[in-house]
């Protein structure tokens, strides 16, 4: 038997045992007769077996990286990563991002759609139960997202629903989604973080207010801002899923505070490590680092409906005038990819990699802030580090690279807290970041689309907005692929943010805390949620 044969029965014998369908015995006697000595068949089982099979208990303590005192449960108002995860522990969603980064059921056991993609009917999961006893049901699917679609929302998942004619309940376990045109992307909208399932009453009005979910997880005590505590939720459907016992979240913006009580067990795990010390960290015994390439980015939006980011030239000039390669280097230290001014990464469908890369170059900025009849500029631009580990290192960079262009940058340094809700959408020139989203067409339409609440550039063009009613609709991927690069080229030319690098997910974890091989790239901590998947070896 060669080697490779002995190497594949057992990594053969290994699922087998991790699946729970041999026994211990079995599986040492199995490596032995493949010629392991004992010791190792039985360092085999520790260490590739027993470390990989899930186990019930303790207490999973995380450190988040935001949080906003103004933060609360209302889905509708969720932008900190402190309550992305938190509603990803309490709470479902009809539809989840797997492992495999593909879209696959949640709440929604299955779904169909007619040839014009413009009905969509989901099967609803049976026998699920929120945290307050209530039987979750069409009717509470219908209602958790209509919520967003009131004429009076404000959420920043409304313009997911602009095409929307209506949702309704079809008895207890179907609910119909009627759209005014074709979109081939609804099971992958249905992931967004402010789509939670909450429980309705017979008037169709849900209850966001208080604590209930159907997730893994019941909250015990909420502070905003500050900390959550959590519980096992005793009657959660997923079998194999909610293994702690509790779960505590804490906000801790400062990166060394996060770092210091990982290394010292006072942390089961982090959000962000360190971009400039996380080798340094990979040295810890006993702790064990995560890294996942993303389409999340760090992006410069400049309000194109205000002087001076109303002229091309202008905002051509500021593309320009940012150093790419330096900026993944000593902000990411080599952490992610550049940056070309479009939200499509190159792990996401439909990347256009043909459209030329703008790099830094102080003569052509100074060549378009002359087109736009100007011989200098100066700017304020606000910035925090609660927007990425290095964000003020970023924008200091910035304001230098700027400078040999004629460009006089300020940096307004921001405190972490209410930076969401106090500067990002109120200041016309600032930092900002965007969680990868699963398409193109979830991105442009909460980020780029006319009247988006979260439009955070203004930004405004007819051919864009054409391009994307025709895109959504279109089942024809050749089709497809070239409007959205005719839109990623738009936004490259002219568009109002300044997208300098694509960062990868960078989170800790204790040795002791493990995961499935695959990990979620839409969020950090496995799509943030580590509390649901991961658990004590």
């Not at 907005?465 to 024809?476: G, M, N, P, S, T």
Request: proline fraction near 4%; hydrophobic fraction near 40%.
């Amino acid at each position: 038997m060669s080697d490779r044969d002995i190497e594949r029965r057992l990594s053969l014998l290994q699922s087998q045992a991790i699946a729970g369908r041999i026994s211990r015995r079995r599986f040492i006697e199995g490596a032995i007769a493949l010629g392991a000595t004992t010791p190792l068949a039985l360092s085999l089982w520790s260490r590739q077996v027993e470390a990989a099979t899930p186990k019930k208990g303790g207490r999973f303590r995380v450190g988040l990286d935001d949080g906003n005192t103004t933060d609360n449960m209302d889905p509708a108002t969720t932008n900190s990563r402190f309550m992305i995860t938190l509603a990803h522990t309490q709470r479902n969603f009809l539809t989840e991002i797997a492992p495999d980064n593909q879209v696959t059921g949640e709440l929604a056991e299955s779904w169909d759609v007619t040839p014009d993609a413009k009905t969509w009917t989901l099967k609803l999961r049976k026998g699920v139960e929120f945290h307050d006893g209530k039987t979750f049901d069409a009717n509470d699917a219908a209602a958790s997202l209509n919520y967003h679609r009131d004429e009076a929302s404000k959420s920043a998942a409304k313009s997911l629903f602009e095409g929307v004619d209506s949702i309704k309940a079809d008895g207890s376990n179907t609910l119909v989604i009627e759209l005014k045109s074709g979109n081939a992307d609804i099971p992958y909208l249905l992931t967004d973080y402010h789509l939670v399932m909450m429980p309705a009453d017979s008037e169709g009005k849900v209850r966001w207010d208080g604590k209930s979910g159907t997730g893994g997880y019941v909250v015990d005590k909420f502070n905003a801002g500050v900390s959550a505590s959590l519980t096992r939720f005793p009657n959660y459907w997923k079998e194999n899923r909610a293994h702690f016992d509790e779960v505590r979240y804490f906000a801790i913006p400062d990166v060394s505070a996060r770092q210091t009580g990982l290394t010292t067990n006072e942390l089961d795990a982090m959000i962000e490590c360190d971009f400039k010390t996380v080798q340094m960290l990979e040295k810890v015994p006993n702790v064990k680092v995560d890294e996942v390439p993303t389409g999340s980015h760090v992006s410069l939006p400049m309000f194109m409906d205000m002087a001076p980011f109303d002229n091309a030239d202008v905002r051509r000039a500021l593309k320009y005038a940012m150093d790419r390669d330096a900026t993944v280097k000593k902000v990411l230290n080599g952490h992610g990819s550049i940056g070309n001014d479009h939200p499509i990464s190159p792990i996401m469908p439909f990347y256009d990699g043909t459209i030329e890369q703008t790099v830094y170059d102080p003569d052509k900025a100074k060549f378009h802030l002359k087109k736009a009849g100007m011989d200098s500029l100066k700017l304020s631009f606000s910035a925090a580090d609660a927007v990425i580990t290095g964000g003020l290192d970023l924008a200091v960079l910035y304001a230098g690279t700027a400078k040999k262009a004629g460009i006089d940058i300020d940096v307004v340094r921001e405190p972490n807290d209410g930076y969401w809700s106090d500067v990002w959408l109120k200041k016309p020139f600032c930092l900002a970041g965007w969680g990868q989203r699963p398409t193109p067409d979830i991105i442009f339409t909460l980020g780029y689309a006319p009247g988006a609440q979260w439009n955070d550039s203004h930004f405004v063009n007819d051919r864009f907005d054409e391009l994307l009613v025709q895109a959504r609709a279109e089942i024809d991927n050749k089709k497809r692929a070239a409007m959205y690069s005719e839109m990623q080229r738009i936004l490259h030319d002219d568009g109002s943010v300044i997208i300098p690098f694509f960062r990868n997910w960078i989170y800790a974890r204790r040795a002791n805390v493990a995961h499935d091989t695959a990990l979620t790239a839409n969020w950090p901590l496995d799509g943030a949620r580590g509390a649901e998947r991961w658990w004590f070896t």
